[in-house]
């Protein structure tokens, strides 16, 4: 079946300007992550949405991050007034259980962001 | 910030020869998982261990689980040019209940 898809997979911006970010979990995967990863490190806890609702947005890094799930599937992260600091690759990530009982992550092949 | 810490950073090896590679943690956990993460790609779930579980295996991969230590071990073996990527240990649990926190990773080069 299909996995998570995010798009667009590569976005080209210039400081200052706003973007977004969308991601489609899989089919009935109530969790969702998003994680954004610099070159040459791991992924990096961003949001965590369990349906609707952000469970837990410790990682956004301050208030130009902002993710939204409307109705439980696609969700779209918007960055304000983007920075240099701001260019990584930015993954989605899906699961059919909630939070806490131990799923594997399906990750989306992310969405590389670069500003200029 | 990330818990886990992968050792070594890169490892060059020939085809049929084993990888092993470590992951130290430093709170306690629920669970341990191994992703695989190919050139431009995203994360593959590879292996999840429990906190009371000590070995657990998958194919070729072979993992390990030492919560006294808080370390990890990923052995794949009769490795394969198809396996050359980079593996990332992520540890969840603690007051991260759930979030998964992700290390630097192990870039693994496999040559034919």
């Known amino acids: 079946g299909a996995g998570v898809s995010q798009t667009p997979s590569n976005k080209v911006t210039e400081k200052g300007k706003y973007v977004e970010l969308r991601c489609d979990p899989i089919s009935g995967h109530t969790a969702l992550y998003w994680y954004r990863q610099s070159l040459g490190q791991g992924p990096e806890f961003l949001i965590y949405?369990?349906?609707?609702?952000?469970?837990?947005d410790s990682g956004l890094p301050n208030d130009r991050f902002f993710a939204v799930r409307p109705e439980g599937s696609v969700s779209t992260l918007k960055i304000q007034r983007t920075e240099r600091g701001d260019s990584a690759v930015y993954l989605c990530?899906?699961?059919?259980?909630?939070?806490?009982?131990?799923?594997?992550?399906?990750f989306g092949n992310g969405t590389r962001l670069t500003v200029t | 910030s990330q818990q886990g810490e992968e050792d070594p950073q890169a490892l060059s090896i020939q085809e049929g020869e084993n990888a092993t590679m470590n992951c130290s943690y430093k709170t306690s956990i629920n669970n341990l998982q191994w992703y695989r993460q190919n050139s431009g790609r995203g994360l593959v779930h590879l292996i999840l261990?429990?906190?009371?579980?000590r070995e657990k295996h998958s194919g070729r991969l072979r993992v390990t689980l030492d919560t006294s230590k808080k370390s990890s071990s990923l052995l794949i073996t009769a490795s394969r040019a198809a396996d050359t990527a980079s593996y990332f240990c992520?540890?969840?649990?603690?007051?991260?209940?759930?979030?998964?926190?992700f290390g630097a990773g192990t870039q693994v080069v496999v040559t034919p």
């Open positions: 992520a540890t969840d649990g603690g007051d991260s209940w759930g979030k998964l926190q």
């Open positions: 261990i429990r906190s009371n579980e």
């Open positions: 990530a899906s699961s059919p259980l909630s939070r806490g009982l131990g799923s594997p992550l399906h």
């Open positions: 949405f369990q349906g609707t609702g952000a469970a837990d």
